[in-house]
């Protein structure tokens, strides 16, 4: 049976210097397991860049399963303004190992989203897909009126609007409450072995890490977002607050979109001196506090991340953990396949 291996951590973990090692001794191919990293556009923000990876000047995949880079795949692979679930992202990720192992390389499962790995190691169960005549009748309706046709196990196991809705249009059109549908076995869709490595540095250096890597991309990630204020907010941690931040300022966004091909050093040479020649002196004297605000705030946002994909990894079935990326990297370098 051919293995695939997973490394699983929270953000700011170290992950991505693993994959970079890996990639470089020309027998492991890293597939992105990162549900922020299969989108191009934000790649400052989302930390694809910490991966080594030249985004901008990839040949971008317009979504069927090929690969951005040899060493690198599944990043970068949709538009900010598309979705992907799970589901999708499991079918995607199966032919990427599939091609790897055609490519003689040695597949890894990369990043920081727990629901892509356990997709991987145990599928999930097949539900009906609801029909376009269905989602129309579902959509017409209040959550009232959704919730007043389910039973009370149902509304005792659903909360939000979309597992309500779904779990109502099974029931129209099947007859059967989703339910039933739960206790079918799940369908991982292959029939390889997974072992999945944790790395789980201690969570003062992670925060260290968060910090240090924030102060280091700051005008580089104001910089993005300012060309990207059109983009969905599901993408990233921090979008919504750098995008509200811009937007309220808009001269200072105007100097930053001046010229587009030297954002990150205009904006970088903007904070240092005060931006005088942008705002007035009520600007000058608010906009630093303002700005170590938002920083702030991004990073408690990130820490918080952090903690509940720390929460979900002790959830999952790990082979090993390690505290340490280096030891997980020879680790993983040596490790004794079949």
């Known amino acids: 049976m051919k ?15 693993i994959g970079r090692l890996l990639a470089d001794t020309g027998r492991f191919r890293i597939i992105n397991a990162d549900s922020c990293q299969v989108y191009r556009g934000l790649e400052v923000l989302s930390a694809q860049k910490d991966a080594g990876l030249n985004v901008e000047k990839s040949a971008i995949l317009a979504g069927n399963g090929g690969f951005l880079y040899p060493e690198h795949v599944l990043y970068g692979i949709l538009d900010c303004r598309e979705k992907i679930n799970a589901a999708e992202w499991l079918k995607l990720a199966i032919l990427a190992v599939n091609e790897s192992f055609l490519a003689g390389k040695i597949p890894v499962l990369l990043g920081g989203t727990g629901l892509y790995f356990k997709a991987f190691q145990n599928g999930f169960v097949n539900l009906p897909k609801i029909t376009e005549n269905t989602q129309n009748y579902l959509d017409s309706l209040s959550l009232e009126e959704i ?20 779990a109502l249009g099974i029931f129209l059109q099947t007859g059967q409450q989703i339910t039933a549908f739960f206790e079918q076995k799940p369908d991982p ?22 910090f240090r890597r924030l102060e280091s991309i700051f005008p580089a990630i104001l910089a993005e977002v300012s060309r990207n204020l059109d983009l969905n907010s599901h993408i990233t941690l921090g979008f919504d607050e750098i995008r509200a931040f811009l937007v309220n300022r808009p001269r200072f966004l105007s100097s930053i979109l001046a010229d587009i091909s030297c954002q990150d050093d205009l904006v970088k040479s903007a904070i240092q001196a005060g931006f005088s020649e942008f705002e007035d002196c009520d600007f000058q004297q608010n906009f630093q506090r303002d700005l170590e605000k ?32 280096l030891e997980l990297f020879e680790f993983v370098k040596s490790f004794k396949f079949g």
């Open 3 to 17: 293995k695939v291996l997973g490394i699983i951590g929270p953000t700011a973990s170290g992950k991505s210097a």
């Open 147 to 166: 919730r007043n046709q389910l039973q009370p196990a149902i509304l005792a196991k659903f909360k939000d609007r979309q597992r309500l809705a779904r």
């Open 189 to 210: 869709g292959h029939d390889f072995e997974v072992e999945i490595f944790a790395l789980l540095p201690p969570k003062e250096q992670i925060w260290d890490n968060v």
């Open 294 to 325: 938002l920083k702030q705030e991004i990073f408690v946002k990130t820490r918080q991340y952090a903690k509940r994909q720390r929460t979900f990894i002790k959830t999952m079935e790990i082979s090993a953990k390690f505290t340490n990326n």
